[in-house]
């Protein structure tokens, strides 16, 4: 299993971000993917999930000002991150369960992007 995260950066509060994450080395339609989000000295939280039905789930958090999306043809998850906070500076883990179901413990994470917001 890989993920490989990019998109991250600097971005002014009220701004907007579209995140990518490359998978490889499993059957990509099959399962859930997701994305959580860790800031230093905390564990990870959970902020997004898109299910093998194409269901999607969203954190209180973020709900309304993130969307997620996958494009099996190019075995790829987004997050769009829109109206961006302070509050949503972190690094952003793409990740898997290899469950179709549920995303649970972040069994499988990519390497994370970066994301600032601040003016």
């Known amino acids: 299993v890989q993920l490989v995260e990019s998109g991250g950066g600097l971005v002014q509060p009220g701004g907007s971000l579209r995140l990518s994450c490359a998978a490889s080395g499993f059957t990509f339609v099959n399962y859930a993917m997701g994305w959580a989000r860790q800031v230093p000295g905390k564990g990870l939280e959970w902020v997004s999930s898109?299910?093998?039905?194409?269901?999607?789930s969203y954190s209180n958090s973020v709900a309304g000002r993130f969307t997620i999306s996958r494009v099996y043809a190019k075995n790829t998850v987004y997050l769009q991150m829109n109206s961006l906070k302070s509050e949503d500076t972190a690094v952003y883990y793409c990740?898997?369960?290899?469950?179709?179901?549920?995303?649970?413990?972040?069994?499988?994470r990519g390497q994370g992007t970066q994301v600032t917001v601040s003016s």
């Open positions: 898109i299910y093998s039905d194409g269901r999607t």
């Open positions: 990740a898997t369960d290899l469950n179709p179901s549920y995303l649970r413990s972040f069994r499988y």
